[in-house]
């Protein structure tokens, strides 16, 4: 299997083109080509697809090997993958993926701006239970020695945003995986701590569904932006302080979109060899 391995911001993927490996399943063989110890290593696998002109198709598989509507990071990674690889001319692609439509544009400076659309706030949206018109800003939770309310975003996948005095006071690898499963949500969550900084920046640590502790989340730094604005806790712009790295958030004005502008990095490429 001929692959190329990228992160953004720590967050890491194996890229491969379905066209050049047939008959290969990467949606079985994801959680053994993620393994850091057999495998390649990687919190996911996505497949790029050429659909024609610009366009192309984007599929995610977590490291536990379920797939995922969506990834932030990911599409960054496409973007500046699909103009280094010359899959096709230009500097702006078109990404189909589970969730919609999302367009990356490569800077001058390599790094990559994505347009991902409109926030959903709504219960039913994202999902959560609960009336499914109803807003979901609200989302009591129950912790381990606490009780905090998480804000509820949809960025083509479900994020549970809690705010928190100080980022170093929670327990990632306990909480998270509790907030995930809860159920209140009905397909699982994302979920992101988060401590204001400032009205323009914010420290956030993320527990990603399907892969656990991560060092970037685009869509959930998206999410955070949106939850920071509706709950009056930020501006419109934001800088995301991940563990990985920095990314830039706007949610519009003008259209209600998100913004989101980081880097992508090619790591290697080589060629799968092990049959399993």
Known sequence: ???SKWHGLGNDFILVEPQKNPGFDFAGSAAHLCDRHFGIGADGVVTV?????????????NSDGSETEMCGNATRCVGLYIKRHMLCRGNEFELHTRAGIVRP??????????????????????????D???????????????????????????????????????DLESWGPIVEHDSQFPNKTNVEFVEVISPCMVRMRV???????????????????VA???TGRTGRCITVLLDGGELQIEHSV?????????PATEVFTGNYLERF
């Open 207 to 225: 527990w990603e569904r399907g892969c656990g502790v991560t060092l970037a989340c685009g869509t959930g730094s998206c999410a955070v932006a």
């Open 49 to 61: 697809r050429p659909l024609g002109g610009t366009a192309f198709e984007m599929r995610i598989y």
């Open 1 to 3: 299997m001929k692959f």
């Open 228 to 230: 920071g604005a509706l």
């Open 132 to 170: 499914p018109d109803a807003p979901a800003d609200r989302i009591p939770l129950n912790l381990p020695g606490c009780r905090l309310e998480a804000v509820g975003v949809s960025m083509g996948n479900p994020h549970a945003v809690i705010f928190v005095p100080d980022i170093n006071d929670i």
């Open 105 to 130: 544009r490569v800077l001058e400076n390599d790094s990559v701006r994505v347009d991902m659309g409109e926030p959903r706030l709504l219960r039913g949206e994202i999902p959560v239970a609960g």
């Open 254 to 262: 003008e259209d209600n979109h998100v913004y989101m502008t980081g």
